[in-house]
Structure formats: C-alpha cells, structure tokens
C-alpha cells in the first residue's frame, strides 16, 4: 500500500484497474449523454450531392459577369426533386436551399440580388460557386468522426443520424454501489434523534455517478459495525461494477471502512496529498474496484471530481476532450488571497466569471469541508500547488465545474 500519495499518483494506480467496458445497443433517439462503444462510420457522403445553400438562381458563372445580365428560365430545382433541368448558355434554374445543382450551372445568384418577369430573370448581384455545397465537402463515406469513447452530444446524435445510423453502439453504464457509514445518519424523510444529523453523501455521490454516465446503486446506510459493513461490501462486490463508500477512512477507532479494507481488502493507497480530501483509499473489495471516501460532504464531492470522475471517464474509454467529465481546467485570475496548504494541493471553492479579456474568480461561504452549500454557491476549485498561496491579483490554475 502507498501512503500518502500525489493526486497524479492516486490516478495512475487507481487507472490500472479500469471497470470492465460492455456494450448496448440503443436506438439513436435514447442515446443522449452516453458514450461510443465503438467508431462510428459514415455510411454516405455528406452532402450527398452538390447543393445549393441559397435560395436563388443557378447559373453559370460567366453568364453574370455584368450586372443586369437578363437570363431565360427553364425550371425548378427543389430540394427532394427527381429530375432537374439543364442549364446551358444564357439560362437560370430556379433553385431551393438544399436542391440538387443543375447540370451546366457552376454558381447561384441569391434570391435578392434578382428580378423575375414573363419567362426570364435580370441578375443584379454576384453568381457565387461558393453558394454551392460540394458533394463529400463535410464527410465522405467510410468516414469516422464520431470515435469509441465520445460522448454522445445533441450535435454528435445529429451527425450520427447524417451518417445514416438509426441504431448506436454506447458503453453500459456501470453500475456502481454507494455506501454510506456512520452511527450518526439518518436517512432524510426521517425523524432526527438526539445529536443525529441528515445523511447526503450517498444522494451527492449518487447523481454524481449519474452525471458520469454510471448507475449508482445506493444501499441502506451502514451503522458503524464491521459485519454489517462486511455484509454489504460482500453484496456490492457481487452485484456491481465498483464500490464507493463514505465516511470511515480516517485514523478514528470507529474507521471502519479503512479497517476493514485492511486487515480483509487490499488497499493500493490511502490518503491523498491533498485538502480538502485528504483520506480517501482505493483498492479491491474481493476484485471489485473500491473507493473509500471521506464523510464530509465537501471532501467527498471533491475527491469524486478530481478522482473518481476521471477514472470512469478513462474506463469507458473517453479522452479528456471528448469524454464525459465534471469539470475544465482554466487560468483565473484572483480578487483576493488564497491561502494555500502545506504539502498539499490545495482546493478551495471560487467562484469563476468572465470581465473582460479575463476569468475572474472569489469567494463567498465558509470554506469548512463540511460546508456542501459551499460546492453549491460557487462554481470552481483552485488548484494550489502544496506550500503555495496566492495574493490579490494572481494567476492560478483553476477548475471550472459543470
Ligand atoms: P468520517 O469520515 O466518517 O469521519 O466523517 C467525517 C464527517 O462527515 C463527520 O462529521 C460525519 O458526520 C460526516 N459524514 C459522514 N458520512 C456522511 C454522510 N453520508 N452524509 C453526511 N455527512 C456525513
Ligand atoms: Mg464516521
């Protein structure tokens, strides 16, 4: 087991240990948010034919040097239409945005720029074979834009339907427990005895496994036994792809979810060098993944956003750019000091906002990490490097959350 280690470090190990990809087919219209299983291939050029993209006349170049050129009419192109007349020498076709460009035309003269009478029409603007879409111009056939780990955003669901795909191949979404520890939580809905307080971490955890494209299982809360939490570990790892728990893994006597891990798990790390969220520890729970989170809401929520969001995205097969993720890394420039930690990355709630050229960013609440309405008041994270703080007016990496 590695103690104490960099954030960095916490990725590489806990990446070596990726949930298993499977995949589903789903129709194209229920595929919103989720992730390519695999390549997806263009099954036609796109456009499939040279197009016009304007309203207008289709021309031929040289007809329209001069303003006030009168050409004769001999048809109609629209969009959809079978037959499409020629256009020779001193003629115009009427044409539609998105129909098919006549054989003999090279340009399209808009709409505007023009004036019909009895049988012909007078050209008084610029025939532009720019108007003309080319056939293949955005895509040809066999073509892959959309790759194996992409998420599937409204304009890539549109591109998938360009390409001819009413079906696509996406990555189950992994099921993952949520187990929440602690002699103190009551579920809420529920009736608080004295010095209990309402349980959230399973519910935060839960959509935020959601929102990475998993499917959290969330199991009764977990008092403080070790046979209890044996019991459920035990399930978990037989049903689901992963286990997250919270609460337990500090140096407390009643730290049960380290302790068990310990002496019957296999932990690969424990602690991060980081704040908030120092404790968490990763390892196998009988070969299922396991992430041990720390109770307070604000660590918790933290620690899945720099770690546990990362790794799913990578083990289903998304890239940074393309993936599903909680958050963007940028440069912001502070309105106030920052006090860093020491040995620790340092990852304070700010609020980030554009004035001017510039990402601004503050702070408003209590930055204790047992403070979750501070997660909800602001929208970001510094990123302090250990021993480092920051005055007015520096510049320091940030993460802008979703
Ligand atoms: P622990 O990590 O178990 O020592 O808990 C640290 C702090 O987080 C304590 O104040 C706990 O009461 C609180 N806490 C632990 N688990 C939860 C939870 N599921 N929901 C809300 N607060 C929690
Ligand atoms: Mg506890």
């Known amino acids: ?50 197009n016009s993209a304007m309203d207008g006349w289709a021309v031929r170049e040289a007809d329209c040097q001069e303003s006030g050129a009168v050409l004769r009419i ?39 720029d023009s004036t019909t009478h009895d049988g012909s029409v007078t050209i008084n603007g610029p025939a532009r074979p720019g108007f003309i879409r080319k056939r293949g111009e955005n895509l040809t056939e066999g073509e892959r834009p959309l790759r194996s780990g992409n998420i599937l955003t ?73 046979e209890d939490l044996r019991k459920a570990l035990d399930e978990a790892a037989g049903s689901c792809d992963a286990i997250i728990t919270s609460g337990g893994v500090s140096m407390g006597e009643w730290d049960i979810v380290r302790q068990i891990m310990e002496q019957e798990g296999d932990i690969r790390f424990w602690r991060i060098m980081m704040r908030p969220g120092g404790p968490p520890l990763f390892g196998y729970w009988k070969g299922t993944p396991l992430f041990g989170l720390p109770g307070n809401p604000v660590s918790s929520h933290v620690v899945f956003t720099v770690l546990v969001a990362p790794w799913m995205s990578k083990s ?34 700010i609020s980030i906002r554009q004035e001017g050229n510039n990402l601004v960013a503050s702070t408003s609440t209590h930055q204790g990490s047992g403070n979750i309405h501070s997660m909800v008041a602001h929208n970001g994270l510094s990123l302090l490097p250990p021993d480092t703080s920051c005055q007015k007016g520096d510049t320091i990496d940030a993460l802008w959350l979703f």
Not at 82 to 100: D, K, N, Q, R, Y
Not at 331 to 344: D, F, I, Y
């Open 154 to 226: 409204p304009s890539a669901i549109s591109l998938a339907a360009t390409m001819g795909h009413d079906t696509v191949s996406v990555v189950r979404p992994p099921s993952i427990a949520v187990i929440g520890v602690g002699d103190e939580l009551t579920p809420p809905g529920e009736p608080l005895s004295e010095n209990s307080i309402y349980e959230s971490n399973t519910f935060g955890i839960s959509s935020l496994v959601k929102k990475m494209g998993g499917t959290p299982r969330r199991s009764a809360l977990i008092r403080d036994s070790i």
């Open 74 to 112: 001999v048809g109609t192109s629209q969009a959809g239409s079978a037959e499409v007349p020629l256009v020779g020498e001193g003629e115009a076709c009427s044409i539609m945005t998105g129909a098919p460009i006549p054989e003999g035309a090279n340009a399209i003269v808009m709409i505007e």
């Open 316 to 349: 289903m097969g998304s890239d940074e750019a393309n993936g599903s993720s909680m958050a963007n890394r940028v440069r912001v420039t502070m309105q106030e000091p920052l006090k860093g930690a020491p040995g620790k990355l340092c990852m304070r709630r």
């Open 1 to 50: 087991m590695e103690k104490g280690v960099s954030l960095e470090r916490a990725l590489e190990i806990a990446n070596q240990t990726p949930i298993e990809r499977y995949q589903e087919i789903l129709p194209l219209d229920q595929a919103t948010g989720r992730i390519l299983f695999d390549d997806l291939i263009s099954l036609v050029d796109d456009p499939r034919f040279d």
